[in-house]
């Protein structure tokens, strides 16, 4: 052999024991930690997909009790033969139970939902409110087994972020561990609920943790599996929806067709918001005119949605009976039209009525019921050219869920693992990726985006945007001895001066309004006896140069975790 051929096979050698050697090390000193947090990431799953599986299995047992249906499946069909008082009582006395659940144990009377682990994961190093959070599962609970208009998967996705917000502090785990043990929480909850283990991990890092980091991967799917298993030990392996086959697409010609039912879907999607928004502020702006007590308001969502439900009892509920008509066809036109539109309206009562629960259920309702429309629209103008319109049905369930969520991915695959009909896959990402595409422009990327930014807390634009929020200036400030006091005292009598608990989102903004190269920290002391008003007392300086050095730091924190 050459010399010079046994010198590379040498240095390839080399390299290879070095990194042999390098595999050991990572082995040896990490592999026993890696080992533990899959255990605790399998553990939560397990204790997600529980606290799932008794979340439903309760809200069965007490909506059964409650208006006597033996099957709540079909609770749609048994509710039109109940008395009509019936109807309009039961949504009344769940809504005032709400009310006060909500106003003795929430300081704002607001139900927690997948925007607050959303916000949980950007702004809390991965914790939610746990008191507040239970509060808001007892709410939704009875406001889904009492005739609310709403999902499960809401509550059911807060009640997994308590359960890892609960092992993080008790194992004082950091931000980035903290988001890690949330998204395997909220995997194994979406995946026990729906029976969908894929996607379940993918709403998790999608929706939640808004990033797709490989660490994070194996962990989340090992949670996502062991909460299937708990759906599947209970319901079997089978679909959420159990179908007939809904038709093969006739491709090429029937393509624009869904591209079509995307962009209107879009705009259903749109229309599902920001109805849900104005409820809510007209909800907001009738208590205060009314002087109607907090706890109230739920009753008078519930007696709106009584005097709905005794002429369109289709809206109790998560509306499973309705949308499997929808998706097997056995709707009408002008029912499919109807029913929508008042879905619409019975989802917006439940939720700016402050009651509870998801809006995915009720989007993959509005949604099959809106493509269905459009698809005995399509199949009867075009008939030669068409397949079948329960393949609109399919598509539209899929486009109107991916644009409220803002998840195009893990929505085209819970449509599948709801179904389990992988052969309509071209229709329906098709119609996803034109609806979430048009809404996402028309709001802020999602319902629960646009939910954080009505409350100023702006996580739609990504890290650039909320991290400012994360940092006080109480921890960037320096001490007065590594100062200049005179100068600091001088903008304190101009009135330029920021509180320790004050974050750089509100200190950047100061600095360009006063164009000064520090801010002085004050806090205040006891109230004057000669004004009443707080003294102040100067405690340090923030430098802007620091603060902006601080706001690097975390954008590059923010960086390695997503591209770990």
Excluded at 157 to 179: F, L, N, Q
Aim: aromatic fraction near 8%; proline fraction near 4%; glycine fraction near 10%.
């Amino acid at each position: 052999m050459a010399p010079k051929h046994r010198s590379a096979l040498s240095a390839y050698f080399a390299q290879t024991r070095a990194k042999l050697a390098d595999a050991r090390r990572v082995l040896v000193h990490r592999g026993p930690s890696q080992i533990q947090f899959w255990l605790i990431a399998l553990v939560i799953g397990v204790l997600a997909g529980f606290a799932a599986l008794f979340f439903r299995k309760g809200i069965t047992a007490l909506q059964g009790a409650v208006y006597g249906a033996e099957d709540v499946d079909y609770l749609h069909s048994f509710a039109a033969t109940l008395p009509w008082y019936l109807l309009l009582a039961v949504p009344v006395a769940g809504g005032l139970v709400v009310g006060l659940i909500l106003h003795r144990f929430t300081p704002d009377g607001r139900v927690r939902s997948v925007a607050d682990v959303i916000e949980g994961a950007a702004l809390r190093d991965g914790r939610v409110e746990i008191r507040e959070g239970l509060a808001s599962a007892c709410a939704s609970f009875l406001t889904l087994s009492t005739g609310g208009s709403s999902g499960r998967e809401g509550p059911v996705v807060h009640m997994a972020g308590m359960i890892s917000t609960w092992v993080s502090e008790r194992i004082r785990a950091d931000g980035v561990t903290g988001r890690d043990l949330l998204g395997c929480a909220v995997a194994a909850a979406v995946s026990a609920s729906f029976n969908a283990p894929i996607a379940g991990a993918l709403f998790a890092m999608e929706v939640v943790l808004r990033h797709f980091s490989v660490n994070a991967f194996a962990p989340i799917v090992v949670a996502s599996v062991a909460g299937t298993v708990i759906n599947r030990l209970e319901y079997g392996d089978v679909t959420e929806f159990v179908l007939t086959t809904p038709g093969a697409l006739q491709f090429y010609v029937e393509l624009p067709a869904f591209l079509m039912l995307g962009l209107i879907c879009g705009v259903v999607a749109v229309v599902l918001m920001h109805s849900i928004f104005m409820a809510d502020r007209m909800g907001t702006m009738l208590q205060s005119a009314l002087h109607v007590p907090r706890w109230l308001r739920p009753a008078g969502a519930g007696l709106l949605l009584g005097l709905i439900a005794i002429w369109f009892p289709h809206i109790i509920g998560v509306g499973y009976e309705t949308t499997v008509l929808a998706l097997s066809g056995q709707l009408v036109l002008m029912q499919a039209i109807l029913f929508a539109i008042v879905k619409v309206a019975a989802v917006s009562i439940t939720m700016g009525g402050r009651m509870g629960g998801g809006v995915f259920s009720p989007s993959l309702m509005v949604g099959a019921l809106t493509g269905l429309a459009f698809g005995l629209i399509a199949t009867a103008v075009l008939p030669d050219v068409s397949g079948t319109h329960t393949l609109y049905a399919f598509a539209g369930m899929g486009a109107v869920a991916a644009a409220v969520l803002g998840a195009p991915i893990s929505t085209t695959l819970i449509v599948f693992e709801l179904t389990g009909d992988w052969q309509i896959g071209l229709a329906v990402m098709v119609s996803i990726s034109m609806s979430t595409a048009l809404a996402s422009r028309l709001v802020d990327r999602s319902f629960f985006l646009t939910q954080l930014e009505k409350r100023n807390l702006r996580c739609a634009a990504g890290p650039q945007s909320y991290l400012l929020a994360t940092l006080q200036v109480g921890k960037v400030m320096r001490p007065l001895s590594a100062s200049d006091p005179e100068g600091a005292e001088a903008l304190m009598a101009e009135g330029i001066a920021i509180s320790p608990t004050a974050t750089l989102e509100a200190a950047l903004p100061i600095f360009d309004r006063a164009d000064v190269e520090f801010l002085p920290v004050v806090e205040e002391e006891a109230r004057a006896a000669e004004t009443g008003e707080p003294a102040l007392r100067l405690i340090g300086v923030i430098h802007h140069l620091d603060a902006l050095k601080a706001y690097n730091r975390a954008l590059v924190a923010v960086s390695a975790e997503e591209h770990r």
